[in-house]
């Protein structure tokens, strides 16, 4: 997706053909792709409520065809985690959720102050992996890599 500004201040977008290559997408996958597109630079970031109404859908339909383009790689996550936040994210649970959250507030988080904080909620060290690895399956450990190195290791 590109954005250029041609004579006369008229936006000219031009759109990849790789949406008509993907047979598999609905109709709100496509109209999501197409509704994007047609934000330029100069209008700021789109909200969801927004591009929701303008592709005729509503908001649960938007945010899956969201996730339906970003593991298609046809739009960035992290332009996934700014319209829709990762608390309406349903493919996150609870425990993923809520860890993201702690770990975003503090400076240096190890595996070791996770673990101590695991036994004061009665998780176990299995249930932290699996939370930081859920996290990293849907790119919300792109930013943080030291909470990715906590999920490799």
């Not at 109209?31 to 209008?43: A, D, I, P, Q």
């Not at 959720?97 to 102050?113: A, E, I, P, R």
């Not at 176990?124 to 890599?145: C, M, V, W």
């Amino acid at each position: 997706m590109t954005n250029e500004t041609g004579a006369h201040g008229v936006r000219n977008f031009t759109l990849s053909t790789d949406i008509f290559q993907k047979p598999d997408l609905d109709i709100y996958t496509q109209m999501m792709y197409f509704v994007l597109s047609s934000y330029g630079g100069e209008n700021g970031m789109p909200q969801l409520k927004d591009v929701a109404r303008k592709g005729r859908m509503t908001i649960k339909q938007a945010i899956s065809a969201m996730q339906r383009l970003v593991e298609l790689k046809l739009v960035p996550h992290k332009l996934f985690r700014q319209m829709v936040g990762e608390f309406q994210d349903d493919r996150l649970s609870w425990a993923a959720k809520g860890l993201l959250t702690y770990c975003k507030t503090q400076d240096n988080v190890t595996v070791s102050g996770l673990l101590a904080m695991s036994d004061q909620s009665g998780e176990d060290e299995q249930s932290i992996r699996k939370a930081l690895l859920e996290l990293k399956e849907y790119g919300y450990l792109e930013e943080y890599p030291a909470l990715a190195r906590l999920a490799n290791g």
